[in-house]
Nanobody, 126 residues
């Protein structure tokens, strides 16, 4: 069974940086798509960034392009989300997600395409 564990959230002032981590256990790491989503109170879950771990292709929501960077460490079965130039509107619960059959079309990262989810880590930007 796949398990995803996030870490690295916290509180930061606007303009600051945070790095989120998500470690995957219990399944083959290769040929998978992993992603970060976020959900603020009263809003829908939004796909922020995704990476295909077989070829390192990446996708980003327009709202974070140029500020966030997704990457992965194959040996550690871990993905990261480096978040720079944070804004108050980035405040949300951030979730890691994974699946093995995801087709990202038009750069849109959809929550319904992912089966496995972490518990989330809170990011607060003031």
């Amino acid at each position: 069974q796949v398990q995803l564990v996030e870490s690295g959230g916290g509180s930061v002032q606007a303009g600051g940086s945070l790095r989120l981590s998500c470690t995957r256990t219990g399944d083959t790491y290769s040929r998978n798509c992993m992603a970060w989503f976020r959900q603020a109170p009263g809003k829908e879950r939004e796909g922020v960034a995704a990476i295909y771990t077989n070829d390192d292709s990446t996708y980003y929501a327009d709202s974070v392009k140029g500020r966030f960077t997704i990457s992965h460490d194959f040996a550690k079965s871990t993905i990261y989300l480096q978040m720079d130039s944070l804004k108050p509107e980035d405040t949300a619960m951030y979730y890691c997600a994974a699946d093995s059959a995801v087709l990202i079309l038009g750069g849109i990262i959809k929550a319904e395409d992912f089966t496995y989810w972490g518990q989330g880590t809170q990011v607060t930007v003031s």
